[in-house]
């Protein structure tokens, strides 16, 4: 595992709504193992550089102007790659084809986010086929939790992790205010 919820050299999906940290908070948690990873991004996405984080950007749509430009793309290995957003990867050319050799041929861990589909009954569904987000090795889902005052069962607003796949994962299955603070690294550290 690194960053405590991800599998090493496999392939991590995190997803929620737009706006949960869902980057910031993936980039956080692999610092905290000491990981700089390459943040692949096709969201034009700043707010990592603004929380300090620590990674190597690369603008995935350039990358993926033209098959040249992919095919000539220098791939790294032994490393840990970041897919900011799973839609707009593919919306440019990507494919779960690409993605696949990545972490087999140059033996590299990679992390799709994603966004949860806009549905009135159910936000915990990624917007990506069924066929790939259950074949990946860990499923996590991040969203907001207006928490709970009920006398019985209370609960704290917050940002949480829910774990809804991780193979050979022994922590909560959902981790309150994941990244949050400096509080919560150095508990999942300590895991």
Same mark, same amino acid.
């Given at each position: 595992m690194?960053?405590?919820? $991800?599998v090493?050299?496999?392939m991590?999906?995190?997803?929620g709504?737009s706006?949960?940290?869902?980057?910031? /908070? *993936?980039?956080? %948690?692999?610092n /905290?193992?000491?990981?700089?990873? $390459?943040l692949? @991004?096709f969201? @034009?996405?700043?707010s990592p550089e /603004?929380s300090?984080?620590?990674? +190597?950007?690369?603008?995935? #749509?350039a990358m $993926?102007k #033209?098959? &040249?430009?992919?095919s000539s !793309?220098?791939?790294? =290995?032994?490393?840990?790659i970041?897919?900011? *957003?799973w839609q707009l990867f593919?919306?440019?050319?990507? #494919?779960? @084809?690409i993605?696949?050799e990545w972490?087999?041929?140059?033996?590299n =861990?990679?992390?799709?986010? !994603?966004?949860?589909?806009?549905?009135a009954?159910?936000? @915990?569904?990624?917007d990506?086929?069924?066929?790939?987000? +259950?074949h990946?090795?860990?499923?996590l889902?991040l969203e907001?939790?207006?928490?709970s005052?009920?006398?019985t069962n209370p609960r704290p %607003?917050?940002?949480n992790? =829910?774990v809804l796949?991780?193979?050979?994962?022994s922590?909560?299955?959902?981790i309150?205010?994941?990244?949050?603070?400096?509080?919560d690294?150095?508990?999942?550290?300590n &895991?």
């Amino acid at each position: 595992m690194i960053g405590n919820v $991800f599998v090493s050299n496999g392939m991590n999906l995190i997803y929620g709504a737009s706006g949960t940290g869902k980057t910031i /908070s *993936t980039i956080k %948690a692999l610092n /905290s193992d000491g990981i700089t990873p $390459f943040l692949v @991004d096709f969201d @034009d996405n700043l707010s990592p550089e /603004s929380s300090n984080c620590k990674f +190597n950007h690369v603008n995935g #749509s350039a990358m $993926f102007k #033209s098959k &040249q430009s992919l095919s000539s !793309a220098v791939i790294p =290995t032994d490393s840990v790659i970041i897919i900011d *957003t799973w839609q707009l990867f593919i919306t440019n050319g990507g #494919s779960i @084809d690409i993605l696949v050799e990545w972490r087999t041929k140059y033996n590299n =861990t990679i992390i799709i986010v !994603a966004h949860s589909k806009e549905l009135a009954t159910r936000s @915990d569904l990624p917007d990506m086929d069924s066929r790939i987000a +259950n074949h990946m090795h860990s499923k996590l889902f991040l969203e907001y939790d207006k928490g709970s005052r009920t006398k019985t069962n209370p609960r704290p %607003a917050g940002t949480n992790l =829910t774990v809804l796949k991780l193979r050979g994962y022994s922590g909560d299955r959902t981790i309150h205010n994941w990244m949050r603070t400096d509080n919560d690294v150095s508990a999942l550290i300590n &895991q």
